[in-house]
């Protein structure tokens, strides 16, 4: 009976290894398996070792559950709406439980849950234990713990540790701490699911590694180095990307860069192989999302060079950036006569370059400012002009 009732909720597999039933202590099934095929290309699957209902089934079945949950009655494909409609179903699935007559607590232990995404994404949460109960009013009161999250088979999150509060209108997540990156995580905020709103979110991250970070995001993004500190938060806004009111700041230490795109495109126009490792004692940013895209305003610091940026990235991981930075006689000093002659001189004896940088990340294009491009044009004249008189004077 247990199996009809989920495939009428929509799973298209159900499994279970035991379900025991008792009319005073309520419901317990063990080891069960639910998936389900969204799309060609993008699926999901929840596996629990021990899901408990500790419910009295008399006062339930007294209070109308019974004709709740009739195995053939026809039902909404839930567990299609869960992804695609994740506010109304969470909704629907919290109201049911806190009005279930009879019911005191659910224990959930060993929870795996996955989800394999179109584009190629793979998420996958283990080792998730929920305890909740019921509290005064339409209210679930518990804590949840997650032993990992992995993107792409890299662990990104771990240990996390959670105070929940649910009613329909919404979830409260209290002193979620855990480890981010190898580095420390607090969170906590609040979803309004009746306005499908972000309502006073914040999220602090200290010290998560960036190597990490590198080895998580792609391989040809480059190899990167150091620690980084973000602080961000959340006003109250619609739960979707083009209408999220979100602004916070970015500090990373010890940073180093190689052989990223935008440093091959630099490589590339200023013939500079030097500029393929850059290492940076401090790189400093704000952000604020808006329209979609995430502003930036960004300052970096090292022994090669300082730079500042103003611009956008967007979800699609375009960039528009405007760039200025200082370089310093060590690094001037090793650059082709022509790249150094283009480069404009500052009064300390340093050099300064300006370009904007756009396009894909992975394939960045670096547009320089037109000074730099007619003093390099101007070196370049020059150098062949010496070259041809050199010629002449030889041949006399």
């Not at 053939?72 to 109201?95: M, V, W």
């Not at 060993?110 to 793979?122: I, N, P």
Request: hydrophobic share 40%; proline share 2%.
């Amino acid at each position: 009976m247990a199996r009809e009732i989920i495939h009428s909720y929509g799973a298209d597999s159900a499994l279970f290894g035991n379900v025991s039933v008792s009319l005073w202590s309520g419901i317990r099934i063990r080891d069960s398996f639910l998936s389900k095929k969204i799309s060609q290309d993008s699926s999901y699957w929840v596996q629990i070792d021990d899901l408990r209902f500790r419910m009295n089934l008399l006062f339930a079945a007294v209070g109308g559950v019974a004709g709740r949950i009739t195995p053939h009655e026809q039902r909404a494909d839930y567990f299609y709406k869960i992804l695609n409609s994740p506010f109304e179903t969470t909704a629907e699935g919290i109201e049911k439980l806190s009005t279930t007559t009879g019911l005191r607590r659910i224990d959930v232990s060993g929870l795996s849950f996955r989800v394999l995404c179109e584009k190629g994404t793979d998420v996958y949460l283990r080792g998730g234990d929920v305890r909740l109960r019921k509290s005064w009013g339409r209210t679930l009161k518990g804590a949840l713990r997650l032993e990992e999250v992995r993107l792409n088979d890299k662990k990104v999150v771990r240990d996390l540790r959670s105070s929940l509060l649910l009613r329909e209108s919404g979830i409260r997540v209290r002193s979620a701490r855990g480890e981010l990156l190898n580095g420390r995580l607090r969170l906590g905020g609040a979803i309004d699911l009746k306005k499908k709103t972000l309502t006073r979110a914040n999220v602090e991250i200290r010290g998560s590694d960036l190597q990490v970070l590198s080895g998580v995001i792609d391989d040809k993004t480059g190899e990167l180095s150091g620690k980084v500190d973000v602080s961000i938060r959340v006003d109250e806004s619609v739960a979707d990307i083009d209408s999220l009111i979100i602004s916070g700041e970015l500090r990373a230490r010890d940073v180093q860069l190689k052989e990223f795109s935008f440093q091959r495109s630099l490589v590339s126009n200023m013939v500079a192989p030097v500029l393929s490792r850059l290492a940076f004692r401090e790189i400093s940013s704000e952000f604020e999302i808006k329209s979609g895209k995430v502003m930036t305003e960004t300052r970096g610091y090292g022994d090669q060079l300082d730079f500042t940026a103003s611009g956008w990235i967007n979800p699609e991981l375009y960039i528009d950036q405007q760039v200025e930075a200082t370089l310093y006689q060590a690094i001037v000093s090793e650059l082709p006569r022509v790249a150094a002659s283009s480069l404009e001189s500052t009064d300390d004896g340093n050099a300064m370059v300006r370009c904007r940088l756009f396009g894909k990340v992975y394939q960045p294009a670096i547009e320089l400012e037109r000074g730099t491009v007619r003093r390099a044009v101007g070196a370049a004249v020059d150098d062949v002009g010496q070259g041809i008189r050199s010629i002449f004077r030889t041949r006399r």
